[in-house]
């Protein structure tokens, strides 16, 4: 039973979101040979705050 966890920066809609797991899905289905029921997704949703990219928080920068 393949288990993925993806994390990313917080914002993203619902719908975006399903599309993602739908898709990351499909994916393992396809490579692995397996029932979609088997395959489980963690989206973990990070505030930008949380993150750093070159030693300051993402919520500082412009990107």
Known sequence: MPIVQISMIQ???PEM????IKKVTDAIVE???IS???VRITLNE???ENIGYG?????KLDL
Do not use: H, I
């Not at 030693?55 to 919520?59: E, K, R, W």
């Open 46 to 48: 990070v505030p930008k």
């Open 31 to 33: 490579a692995l040979q």
């Open 11 to 13: 914002g993203r809609t």
């Open 55 to 59: 030693g300051v928080p993402l919520s």
């Open 17 to 20: 979101k399903e599309k993602l």
């Open 36 to 38: 979609a029921d088997k």
